[in-house]
């Protein structure tokens, strides 16, 4: 029942995103620019950066809107939106400068830390994160971009293959990769 609840909703809000009413676009915001903002926030490594995309995504939106089928769900149109537009900024980019060692990663990249309660007392969670968060800014983009949708947004293989337009081989490959290489890195690192 709450299911077809949700799936009424969202229907309702992409009528309305088609007649383009202002206030269901501040709708999508409410409910996806957590997720948006995050996406951004960790394939881009850059605040402000990250919030002209979001703000950029949402007038894409507004105009793509009257077009868009709803067949698979708003949630993974618009993240593929912000997906996009993160790759081509990736690719004006000419030089990217690493974080300096001093600065804090999250901060840097408007990101939040959030730990998990239950983790032993005796680890420096921030320290492990920003570690983590370090090795992520060296995978390649399609690897760092997997990675925050699986783990950070929590997108099932399916929600992955929307958003990214790819088959599912190359999910589960991506994944498996950036996992790899992840792990690899912060065993460099020495943790």
């Given at each position: ?28 915001f ?35 809107a ?40 999250f ?47 929590g ?27 992840l ?9």
């Open positions: 029942m709450e299911e077809q609840l949700a799936e009424t909703d969202e229907r309702q809000l992409i009528a309305r995103l088609r007649a383009r009413e202002p206030e269901a676009l501040g709708e999508v409410q409910r996806l620019g957590g997720p948006m903002t995050t996406l951004a926030s960790s394939m881009l490594r850059d605040r402000d950066e990250a919030n002209d995309v979001v703000e950029d995504a949402l007038l894409r939106v507004h105009r793509a009257p077009g868009f089928r709803g067949e698979r769900g708003l949630r993974t149109w618009v993240l593929r939106i912000v997906a996009n537009l993160c790759r081509d900024r990736l690719r004006r980019r000419k030089f990217i400068a690493p974080t300096p060692e001093g600065e804090d990663p901060e840097h990249a408007g990101l939040s830390f959030d730990p998990v309660p239950d983790w032993d007392a005796e680890m420096d969670q921030r320290v492990l994160a920003a570690v983590v968060e370090r090795a992520m800014e060296r995978l390649p983009e399609e690897q760092r971009e997997v990675l925050v949708l699986r783990h950070r947004l997108l099932s293989h399916a929600e992955m293959m929307e958003t990214l337009n790819v088959p599912e081989g190359t999910v589960k490959s991506r994944l498996a990769r950036a996992l790899a290489a792990r690899e890195q912060v065993g460099e690192i020495g943790i």
